[in-house]
């Protein structure tokens, strides 16, 4: 699991002043936003008692007197005490006179924030309000306080008097008027680009009277309709940038391009129409000349309409699409600002004299060897450089290849590997670690363009290339991923890296995740999402990650389960997959009543698969390779990973239903081997190197860095939103023995269990008639704890199924039970 890692980066707001650990504890958290809240509550009463006690105080606080501040006699005659004087004092005389408000206000927000009643870009609002009472102190002192002469008190405090004053003595009373607009316009423009129409309204008034409708071509590609109306029915259509969600502002610029914009979207599509064209009046045409950019538009009289007849099926007019986020339409998906920026992110470090000797000796030893090479090129990628050489004419491709050894020998480096040829290419290539290399943050590879503008299923972006290029895969596509890896060599990063990509693309209501976690503390980060993202088969127990290895048979029984159930819907609904169920779903064209349901994917992931193959072996072997051979077309779709690659864990069953592959550093060929079908794994630095195959030839790539506080930043995001009340339910699975006659299952009480009396007096003594009891007592598989409880049903011990609650217990002790059992033995 990763470490805590000390990088040198960026640190938020939250985390220089020093609350970011504190929001770790959610008690501690609590407590403090309790604290903050009553002291905020508590200056605000001293701010407004200074306003009738301050004169009185003030000499007092000037002229202090030893053992005064106890206030034995009652002196400070404002309401919070000798503190809230001095307080009050400082803060609204010495400082910022009435602006001083703003800080038990920013106090209040900090507390709200701490004890999670709001979710407030808390770094946001400190700099809105600092500016805000800078400003406002100074403005209130040169303009506010000299209406006041009589009076002692300075409305924006010793500061704005002191500030107002300095900059007067520079630019005069006009400058600082001047200075103080400009900062409130910059500020409002700032908050919000409405500011700037305004502005512009006041300054030309009669120009927007006039000109109600303007064409505007901005250039030849982009033709842009502004209507600005002070009538205007509709809103103009904004682009709404939110500087909470991703502050890449590349990714969020949208471009429309003509060609494209023309092909997607319809109203253009339909103006490209010649015979539409055609329809169009002579002012409409007029409008679209680039010479004549400003014109009227008058909008003749609208045929009057018919009165009387429907003309419309009532039931289709209610029939916007279903959208299934509206459960949870307030949802904000996590924000960049919860990862870390590391220093050199996204930048390759390159040192030109470890590539240039690097080259030299590449060169050196091929030549020792007589292969002549006329070209040679370096990529610097994150973490390994490639070397693509060109060979000279003649020389043998095998001949580089049986070199390797000897390179690496030359370079003194591990992780040599030689692609030869580079597929595509006519090129050979060395790929040689850096020796500086470079951590690939989650935050560089989220941001990039490619990941926010990505329309996949399920995103996975799991890295950078050798070429720095983001790499992403598709899960719904793949469509089961097998991760292996040697231990400590980034497995278990990767798979946060695949979660945590998924989270920032994904809607609770299109995801769920199955996460099984046999070492129990890989996953136990994701615990606080159980609500928003998990799924799993309703028991008593509420653990929403399975840990128990008895649990996970049920588990993927249930999904067996689920991928038939939707299977059947599929077939009934006359759908394919599950992207046009659920746009027929969507469409309205399925009645939920008749069963349907929008059906989120299901992604499920098992850490250290290998434990489970050890203790469960075929009663987990046979349900994985049953969802993976089917389930892609109903959305389920599996991430399996395992420390041990050998071929006893990664059998030829799940092989071949695992396409896609993810290979870290392992320590033998045949390890790599048995992952990859090729050598090339025991060859990698470790730390995040990985080979990903979905196909011919397989990608290295660096993964990216998530640790465990970025995960449980993100986490503790999605917790504090609102929910679903429950994790996301799987059914029930079937026990695999059917019903008898009397409603009792069918059940061969000729061959009781080994365990069938321990199992009753189990049950009597506790008093519960839970599967999962027998099956934790005994450590056994979920199947036989299943069998034995419809053995004990059909002896009388326990009454019948009660879906995921335990049984009734129906005989009371064990006398009682003695006499049962021993009227069973004898038959
Ligand atoms: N992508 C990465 N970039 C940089 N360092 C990494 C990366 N991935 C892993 N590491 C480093 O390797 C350490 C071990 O990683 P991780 O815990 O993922 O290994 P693992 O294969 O899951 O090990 P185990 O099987 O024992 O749990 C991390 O603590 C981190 O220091």
Known sequence: MAKRKKANNTTSFSESIGFSKVFHNEKLNFMTGLASLIIAIYMTMAFISFFTTGNADQSLIEVPRAGEIMNEKREFMNNCGSIGAYTAYYFV???????????????????????????????????????????????????????????????????????????????????????????????????????????????????FFTDRVKFEISNNKEMRLET????????????????????????????????????????????????????????????????????????????????????????????APYDPKLDLENYHYPTLDLLKKYENDGKPYIDMAEQTANKNRIVEVLRNFGVEISSIKATVGPTITLYEITPAQGVRISKIRNLEDDIALSLSALGIRIIAPIPGKGTIGIEVPNAKPNIVSMESILNSKKFQESVMELPC????????????????????????????????????????????????????????????????????IANHFLAKVPDEDSEPIITDVTKVVRTLNSLCKEMDTRYDLLKIAGARNIKEYNKKFKDRQLNPQKGHKFMPYIVVIIDEFGDL?????????????????????????????????????????????????????????????????????????????????????????????????EVENINNFIARQQGYLTPFELPEPDTDTGSGADGAPDVDMQHLDPLFEEAARLIVLNQSGSTSLIQRKFSIGYNRAGRLMDQLEKAGVVGAAMGSKPREVMIQDEVSLDNLLNSWTKR
């Open 93 to 207: 005389k010495r400082c910022f006179g009435i602006a001083a408000f703003l800080i038990p206000t920013f106090l209040i927000m900090i507390s709200l924030k701490m004890m999670r009643v709001y979710i407030i870009n808390l770094s946001k609002w400190f700099i809105c309000m600092t500016i805000i009472m800078v400003w406002a102190s100074v403005t209130l002192a040169k303009f506010i306080t000299p209406l006041f002469p009589n009076s002692s008190f300075n409305t924006g405090g010793d500061h704005g008097q002191y500030i107002a004053r300095w900059i007067e003595n520079l630019v005069g009373s006009p400058g600082l008027t001047a200075l103080l607009c400009l900062v409130a316009v910059g500020f409002l423009t700032y908050i919000s680009t409405e500011t700037i129409y305004v502005i512009r309204k006041m300054l030309n008034p009669v120009k």
């Open 228 to 319: 600005e109306s002070d009538e205007m029915e509709t809103e103009p259509e904004h682009i709404v940038e939110d500087p909470d969600t991703f502050d890449n502002p590349e990714a969020q610029t949208i471009n429309f391009d003509e060609d494209t914009a023309m092909q997607d979207t319809p109203e253009r599509a339909e103006n490209d129409n010649p015979k539409d064209r055609a329809d169009m009046t002579d002012t409409q045409a007029e409008s679209t000349k680039r010479t004549d950019p400003e014109m009227d538009i008058k909008v003749g009289k609208s045929e009057e309409k018919a009165h009387g007849k429907k003309l419309v099926n009532p039931d289709d007019e209610e029939m």
């Open 461 to 528: 972006a799991i890295g950078k290339t050798i070429t720095n290029e983001v790499f992403m895969f598709d899960l719904a596509k793949i469509p089961h991923l097998l991760v292996a890896g040697a231990t400590g060599q980034g497995k278990s990063v990767g798979l946060n890296t695949i979660i945590t990509s998924m989270l920032y693309k994904k809607h609770p209501a299109e995801l769920k995740i199955v996460l099984i976690d046999p070492k129990k503390v890989e996953f136990s980060i994701y615990g606080p």
């Open 613 to 709: 193959i050890m203790t469960a072996g075929k009663e987990i072997e046979l349900p994985i390779a049953r969802i993976a051979q089917l389930a892609r077309a109903v959305g389920i779709h599996m991430v399996i990973a395992t420390q041990r690659p050998t071929t006893t864990i990664i059998t030829g069953n799940i092989k071949a239903n695992f396409p896609g592959r993810i290979a870290f550093k392992v320590s033998a060929m045949i390890d790599s081997k048995t992952i990859l079908d090729r050598p090339g794994a025991n060859q990698l630095i470790g730390r995040g190197d990985l080979l990903f195959l979905n196909g011919n030839e397989p990608v290295r790539v660096q993964c990216a860095f998530v640790d465990t506080p």
